[in-house]
């Protein structure tokens, strides 16, 4: 079976507010990452972490903070976010980081900052 | 030059039309390709890996040419339920970081 989870489906929010998207996957994958994904554009990578480590930062602003508490789960937290930061937001996971490993996608979470 | 480039597109076609799409890749050491398929307002979903030798699955046939660096998609007796946007994805050469660069997508439509 190779699926994602995340919840929320959807989430709004204030620019004041703390929130937290979460991703799972029982796949036994050991890499897991987070994409933004604005409309008509291409999935844009975040963050990768490879066996439970942060292994990539792709300059991604300190009002996401991602954290991996085991193998199997990810999460965003959100904080103080800007009205510019709403997108769907993509969780992915892999076996491993090598080139030949598929990525799948979660649903995603559909943010508005308002 | 973009790393990997795709005509946006939109592709209309009828039913049953056969359809290609085209995708370039700028860095010759990339070794894996994919196309993956996503509907509105949906997640990517893999559609198909591509390999050296080519590959089929039913009606979608996937080429690759690597002198060329050029990817390609056949679709062959197009579905309403192809309608989509098809994105080129190209790993990051020479690096196991799970780096993968997607094309803009192209989107299809197929019309009854």
């Known amino acids: 079976d190779t699926e994602v989870t995340q919840t929320p489906k959807h989430l709004v929010m204030g620019m004041t507010n703390k929130k937290s998207l979460k991703c799972e996957q029982h796949?036994?994958?050991?890499?897991m990452y987070w994409y933004k994904q604005k409309a008509k554009k291409p999935p844009e990578l975040m963050f990768v972490y490879s066996y439970e480590k942060l292994s990539i930062n792709e300059s991604v602003p300190s009002r996401f903070s991602p954290e991996c508490p085991n193998s199997s789960l990810l999460n965003l937290h959100l904080h103080a976010l800007q009205p510019e930061d709403s997108a769907l937001y993509l969780c992915?996971?892999?076996?491993?980081?090598?080139?030949?490993?598929?990525?799948?996608f979660g649903p995603g979470t559909r943010l508005t900052v308002l | 030059r973009k790393e990997v480039e795709q005509d946006p597109g939109p592709f209309n076609v009828p039913e049953g039309a056969t359809v290609a799409f085209n995708c370039t890749y700028s860095?010759?050491?990339?070794?894996?390709f994919f196309w993956y398929r996503q509907d509105c307002r949906k997640e990517p979903k893999l559609l198909m890996s591509v390999y050296s030798s080519g590959n089929e699955d039913g009606r979608f046939t996937a080429q690759l040419n690597r002198a060329s660096q050029y990817i390609s998609l056949l679709i062959r007796d197009s579905k309403l339920s192809d309608s989509a946007t098809y994105l080129c994805v190209v790993n990051m050469p020479k690096s196991n970081t799970g780096k993968l660069i997607f094309g803009q997508g192209t989107t299809l439509q197929v019309k009854p």
């Open positions: 992915a996971s892999s076996p491993g980081t090598s080139g030949r490993d598929t990525q799948y």
């Open positions: 796949m036994g994958h050991r890499a």
């Open positions: 860095n010759s050491a990339s070794q894996s």
